[in-house]
């Protein structure tokens, strides 16, 4: 029996290499033995421009990344390649053909706490942990700029000659602004083939739609009971937030002895008391993790609102928001708690629900909830959902919320894309991962703007994906077998 099933795992993976032409193996071979070093020391480059949006001031007229733009520029051309700048868009490309394979990329990163990086986190650290490349953008997404980039560069030297054009398109406000992009692929010409390196592999067929539930809380408390004020927790809206942080007034002893009892009994995170001038301050720490896989980390607004379960809160805005937290999501990652809003696709999986970020403004408080919904509940049912269980805990609670905002992103399936399986067939020779198959995720990627774009990595299934964590890095490995994948993907889709 043994004997019959190696003969079948062989005989898939010879199919699966008789599909990959030599010309790419051999490429693939060439790049990493040419440019593995290359490739990091411009990821180095990438990663040292702090290229964190800012509110207020337009992407291309902020500093960090006109460099950016320049450092590109800059090795567009002594790799022999062709660069446009679009504003808001870099084209890196090679050769003039007429149809073009579109490789897609972005630039932006996320913000990042230099206060949890062992280094800067925008310096390229491969010395703390040996083996891996620290820095903010190595996994999401200069880590595969810099791999496209020298793969075009191994393909150009060995002076092959593709049907189709590779052009490399780097999006500069991925993370923040998706509307200067959808204006500029109004006149873009879209490509015969699209794929998005901003993911996962094998091959990602499938992404849920990135969704905002943002209720705004109001009221002040008559300070005569226990209650809570300096609510804060999270770094931005697509993050699991790794702090949160609150003051609680007027709290016994007993009350004290309870809460801690509770934080020792809630092993996933860390939670220290501070006795401050008024009241006693909580800080609980879990761990960050990008909001498209909640699981993956530790939910610091969540459990901190865990710990007052059961408490009675004055209901100022910091108590209605950590009320709000308990009753309508918990701990639970996929919307049980809230109404009827729970739902899951065959393929997709479940939607996840996620408190992300606590701001202040003024006398409010603003919290914003990520969620990641599959296809299989239209946008409009869903709202309703939202807004009735929004509505009965305002009812049982006897508040009024100030606003309440809901955006509902599309998810995306696209189980037909001609191309996929050339990726599939990429991803099997180079992992010897025989039972590779297609797959969806919970980000959402400028996949979304083309005609039949899937994505390609680089994050490798079965490991955590680090982009949008405190943690990010790409290892030594991961980046030597993405250049493989990638020099072969761009001969074998640039000649189909």
Wanted: glycine share 8%; proline share 5%.
């Amino acid at each position: 029996m043994n004997r019959f099933v190696c003969v079948a795992a062989a005989m898939l993976a010879f199919s699966a290499q008789a599909n990959i032409e030599s010309i790419s193996v051999k490429t693939a071979d060439y790049a990493v033995a040419n440019y593995q070093q290359a490739q990091i020391h411009t990821l180095a480059n990438l990663v040292s421009f702090p290229t964190v949006n800012k509110e207020g001031l337009a992407t291309p007229q902020n500093p960090d990344f006109i460099g950016f733009k320049q450092l590109l520029k800059m090795k567009a051309a002594q790799l022999g390649l062709d660069y446009q700048d679009k504003g808001h868009t870099v084209l890196i490309g090679l050769g003039t053909q007429a149809q073009k394979v579109t490789v897609v990329t972005h630039g932006d990163v996320q913000p990042a706490d230099p206060t949890k990086w062992q280094q800067s986190p925008f310096h390229l650290d491969s010395t703390t942990e040996p083996g891996k490349l620290i820095a903010r953008g190595t996994e999401d997404d200069k880590g595969p700029i810099a791999t496209a980039l020298y793969a075009m560069k191994a393909i150009k030297d060995q002076g092959i000659e593709l049907n189709n054009r590779i052009e490399l398109m780097i999006y500069l406000a991925e993370e923040s602004d998706w509307e200067p992009l959808k204006a500029f692929m109004k006149s873009y010409e879209q490509p015969k083939y699209a794929i998005t390196i901003d993911a996962s592999y094998p091959v990602v067929v499938a992404e849920k739609g990135w969704s905002l539930i943002e209720p705004t809380f109001t009221g002040e408390s008559p300070g005569t009971g226990v209650y809570v004020s300096n609510l804060s927790g999270g770094a931005f809206k697509s993050q699991i937030p790794e702090d949160a942080s609150v003051t609680v007034h007027n709290a016994s002893a007993e009350l004290m002895a309870q809460l801690q009892a509770k934080a020792n009994s809630l092993s996933q995170v860390k939670v220290s008391f501070t006795q401050m001038p008024q009241g006693v301050k909580v800080s609980v720490k879990g761990v960050s993790a990008h909001s498209s896989e909640p699981e993956a980390g530790v939910n610091a607004i969540a459990y901190l609102a865990e710990l007052f379960s059961g408490v009675t809160l004055e209901l100022n805005a910091d108590g209605q928001a950590i009320s709000f937290i308990n009753q309508l999501i918990g701990t639970d990652l996929y919307g049980k708690n809230f109404g009827e809003i729970a739902y899951s696709h065959e393929f997709m999986g479940p939607m996840t629900v996620a408190p992300t970020v606590l701001a202040r403004q003024g006398d409010h408080i603003v919290l914003s909830v990520n969620a990641r919904r599959p296809v299989g509940k239209q946008a409009q049912l869903l709202e309703q959902q939202i807004r009735q269980a929004i509505d009965n805990w305002q009812h049982s609670q006897q508040v009024q919320l100030d606003k309440v905002e809901i955006e509902l992103g599309e998810p995306m399936l696209l189980d037909s894309a001609p191309h996929a399986q050339k990726l599939l067939d990429i991803f099997k020779y180079y992992t010897n991962d025989t039972d590779a198959g297609f797959v969806s995720i919970g980000g959402g990627t400028n996949a979304k703007l083309f005609d039949n774009a899937v994505s390609f990595g680089p994050s490798m299934p079965g490991k955590k994906y680090t982009g949008h964590s405190e943690h990010e890095y790409i290892t030594v490995e991961q980046l030597e077998l993405n250049l493989r994948m990638y020099t072969a993907m761009m001969i074998e889709l640039g000649n189909m």
